[in-house]
């Protein structure tokens, strides 16, 4: 087994448990290893610093995953599944609210580059650091001996493992493949998610507390947008809790086929859904100077790396001032931001900005993160991805 040195000046982030190594940090690895391996890391005294699989080929070179000295890793890593169980299951209780959650999360639940999210009585699976590839056995052991589990797919994320430079496997790990269809239940909702055609796993796990909060907003004959809806997650929310009219806007056709029928399967009859950019919507609807009471603006992530921030910095912006501008005055918007690198105080300023160019005022009601399926390590706030504010707009 390899030992990693960590150049002297650079070690203290790791006493503090980050989990990241990149290359700069490294002074030297002595001894053999192939890529994937389980290394020690010790410092430029040879003091033992973590235990952490090696990859030459991500930037990340090592992924520190334990700071016992005492260490083995399957034992290791069936603790930290069993917490994340006890997690969803005896703390969040989140069966009781949906048949639908993240069970594991990556960083967040100390095992960096899973994703497990379980859709009813199957798990979908995403792995994105090579050295996980030889606990696919055991996490598959352990799963499969919850007696609720009828499947358990992998579906590696193609853009995550580039960055590890790892194939991505799609195949059935144990039981039934998943359903071509199935039906997420969420706060009293249903949702169906096509498998052959969806985005993420399936559907956006990490907005259903934020749903439930907005439709409680609604009040009377209300008027809402709901932009970039997919599968009509909070369209189909605002109109159950009894708004007049939801248009509801997607880039994507299989996204608002499948919001159609998510209608219907609600018993809700006035959302009209709009293929189109939001972008080239909210401009024709500030020219046709229509207003909406309630806005909801749930882009995909235009910040994927440090070098595009200025560009998704100016996107963001461009968007929430549209955006700003057509909610009528009193009105809510929910803006998010699931680009991990655009932290809160950016977000803030960007709203501000956006506002002051709007010539409106704009009041923050709530600053919501993610939920609590998907944690964040206090040691790696980089999982922290999620931000969506409410802001009362005059
Ligand atoms: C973060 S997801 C929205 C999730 C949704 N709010 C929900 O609760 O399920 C972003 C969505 O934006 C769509 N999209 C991406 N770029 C777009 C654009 N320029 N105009 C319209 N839709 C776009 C994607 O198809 C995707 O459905």
């Known amino acids: 087994m390899a030992d990693v040195v960590v150049k002297e000046g650079k070690v203290l982030p790791f006493i503090f448990r980050h989990p990241w190594v990149f290359r700069g940090a490294l002074q030297e690895v002595v001894g053999p290893y192939q890529n994937g391996d389980v290394v020690r890391v010790i410092g430029p005294r ?36 069993e917490n994340a169980l006890h997690l969803r299951k005896r703390v969040l209780k989140l069966d009781k609210v949906t048949n639908s959650y993240r069970l594991v999360h990556s960083e967040g639940d100390g095992i960096p580059g899973l994703i497990v999210d379980k859709y009813g009585e199957y798990l979908v699976v995403q792995v994105s650091s090579l050295g996980l590839n030889r606990l696919i056995p055991v996490l598959v052991e352990r799963l499969s001996r919850e007696s609720w589990v009828r499947g358990i797919v992998r579906r590696d994320d193609p853009v995550m493992c580039r960055m590890e430079a790892m194939e991505p496997v799609e195949e059935t790990l144990y039981g039934e493949d998943l359903p071509e269809r199935f039906l997420v239940e969420e706060n009293q909702l249903l949702f169906e998610v096509d498998f052959r055609r969806c985005q993420k796993t399936g559907f956006y796990l990490d907005q259903r507390e934020n749903r439930r909060f907005l439709a409680s907003f609604v009040e009377g004959d209300i008027y809402a947008l ?147 399926d998907h944690p964040v390590s206090i040691s790696c706030p980089e999982g922290g991805y999620l931000k969506t504010f409410l802001l009362k707009i005059f």
């Open 226 to 372: 709901d932009a970039f809806c997919y599968t009509g997650g909070f369209a189909i929310s605002l109109a159950k809790a009894g708004a007049g009219k939801v248009v509801a806007i997607d880039s994507s056709r299989d996204a608002l086929e499948q919001l159609k029928k998510n209608a219907q399967l609600n018993g809700v009859s006035n959302i009209v859904g709009v293929h189109d950019n939001v972008f080239r919507s909210l401009e024709r609807y500030l020219y046709e100077r229509e207003l909406f009471d309630i806005i909801v603006l749930d882009p995909p992530k235009f910040i994927p790396n440090k070098r595009s921030f200025e560009k998704g910095y100016a996107g963001y912006k461009k968007l929430n001032r549209r955006a700003i501008s057509l909610v009528r005055s009193g009105g809510l918007l929910l803006t998010c931001c699931c680009s991990q690198i655009m932290q809160e105080s950016s977000f803030t300023r960007m709203l501000a900005e956006a506002a002051g160019e709007a010539g409106r005022e704009a009041m923050i009601l709530a600053r919501n993160f993610q939920p609590a």
């Open 46 to 81: 040879h003091e033992f610093i973590a235990w952490g699989w090696i990859n030459e080929h991500s930037k990340i070179t090592v992924r520190l995953i334990s700071f016992q000295e005492d260490f083995e890793e399957r034992d290791w890593f069936l603790q930290k599944l």
